[in-house]
């Protein structure tokens, strides 16, 4: 009688990574306890990262025919003695390779892709007695118009302004509860090597002063969608860190972000080229913002008009539910179950703040096509043939400047210093709608077909 083939766990090569962890690996249906893995070197400015497993002959078989997604959770004790606990999610593993041999049966290593990774490193004893310093945090930010204007300037640039007879100030955006932030360029090094070239990738926001690092998260979330708003592009934190200089350091990445596409050099940002406005929209905005009823309706409208290459019937649709979410966010009506209809927000709206919005194409009409009932039309179904998606394009842009100047009232915003004034739209083709809502005008008067 043949005795049974050994079963082997093959590992590869593990250069150029970090530690090895023990921990559990876990997916919906299965928990592999004491699983060895380790992850790729990772630093801030990171947007995709790996994570490699070690598993045993048992583990892999069983891992086999699992699904994901995983997650794990593991620690390890540094050189000296501090804590390093990860939690990695939404990993996606590569199948795992078996090789059947005359002699064995030899199981590969297998890797994925980290969605997520949060590590916390806790400081006991004497490394713990050893910390002291002011507490903080630290972002890693996405470049965007606002924060290129409110960052504050490098030691090199303070030196050439000072050589030249100019002064610079620096800008700090007061946050929740005394906290403080500065905007920083980031920069990494792009090339390895003796001679390191240096590339700008992004912006740092330091925090001082922190009390809470939760709430300091959401103050930053904030500052970045007030700032993508503003700038007609969206940035995003990538990576963040909090330091309060007691038990622990807690650091965040979120991975397999692609970089958002560039404002494009057509498209001039909301707010107006001017440093001091930019900083003063920024602190006003947040302000408001931070004290507000409603914020994640808010939050959409604001995602609505970031969004990129829809088709133009969502587009419309996507603004127009923006609007009704704004007009929410800028009444301050206490919640109710029931939501009033759009036209009765946007008529307490123009009273409540006595802006009439009336040289944009009308939101609402008792003559003409408005654009409530261009929405209407494509809710349903409606077609519209191609020489009518010219009247389209330009209600789409009605519709967005709306939307702009709607929450920029709300922000408590002077409509005349941004580029949703009726000076600034005079010399788009779109502001001159009335011609194209003609074209509607007679589509929605021709008699209804037979078929």
């Known amino acids: 009688m043949s005795s049974r083939r050994p079963e082997i766990a093959v590992p590869e090569e593990a250069a150029g990574r970090g530690p090895i962890l023990t921990g559990e690996l876990h997916s919906r249906n299965h928990r592999y306890n004491s699983m060895l893995v380790q992850f790729e070197e990772i630093r801030p400015s990171t947007r995709k990262a790996r994570i490699f497993l070690f598993p045993t002959a048992e583990q892999a078989r069983e891992l086999q025919h699992d699904r994901g997604p995983f997650s794990f959770e593991g620690s390890f004790v540094t ?4 804590v390093d606990h990860r939690l990695a999610s939404d990993i996606w593993l590569k199948p795992i390779t078996q090789i059947c041999h005359k002699e064995a049966v030899y199981w590969a290593q297998t890797s994925g892709q980290i969605g ?15 910390r002291t310093g002011e507490p903080f945090a630290w972002f890693v930010a996405d470049r965007c118009f606002l924060l290129q204007l409110i960052a504050n300037p490098e030691r090199q640039e303070e030196e050439e302004a000072s050589r ?23 920069l990494r090094s792009h090339r390895p090597g003796i001679l390191k070239e240096k590339k700008k990738m992004g912006y740092s926001i330091h925090v001082k002063g922190i009390r809470n690092a939760a709430q300091v998260k959401a103050d930053i979330d904030a500052l970045l969608l007030l700032s993508s708003f503003a700038s007609r592009e969206r940035a995003v934190s990538t990576h963040w860190s909090a330091d309060t200089f007691k038990e622990e350091v807690v650091r965040h990445w979120r991975f397999n972000f692609e970089k958002f596409p560039e404002r494009d050099d057509r498209v001039e940002p909301l707010i107006l080229r001017n440093k001091n406005d930019c900083q003063d929209f920024i602190q ?10 409603h914020k994640p309706i808010l939050d959409a409208a604001i995602y609505a008009l970031l969004a990129k290459d829809l088709p133009l019937e969502l587009e419309i649709a996507r603004l127009f539910s923006g609007i009704q979410g704004a007009l929410v966010f800028a009444l301050q009506a206490p919640p109710s179950r029931n939501r009033p209809q759009a036209r009765t927000l946007f008529e307490e709206f123009v009273r409540q703040k006595g802006y009439p919005l009336n040289d944009l194409w009308p939101l609402y009409s008792d003559t003409g096509t408005p654009l409530s009932k261009i929405r209407n039309s494509i809710v349903h179904g409606e077609a519209f043939s191609e020489g009518e998606f010219v009247a389209l394009s330009y209600a789409a842009e009605n519709l967005q400047w709306h939307l702009e100047r709607i929450i920029l009232i709300a922000l408590g915003w002077d409509i005349e210093k941004s580029t949703v004034s009726g000076k600034a ?15 509607l005008d007679a589509r929605s008067s021709d008699p209804p077909s037979n078929l």
């Open 164 to 186: 030249h007879g100019f002064s610079t100030t620096k800008f700090a955006l007061n946050l929740t509860d005394g906290a403080i932030a500065e905007v920083h360029r980031y």
């Open 79 to 82: 050189r000296d003695c501090v």
């Open 116 to 130: 997520a990774l949060e590590i916390r490193e806790r400081y006991e004893g004497p490394a713990l007695q050893n």
């Open 425 to 439: 739209l005079n010399h788009y083709y779109a502001y001159h709608w009335q011609k194209e809502q003609n074209v």
């Open 284 to 293: 006003q905005a947040f302000d408001i913002y931070s004290q507000s009823l």
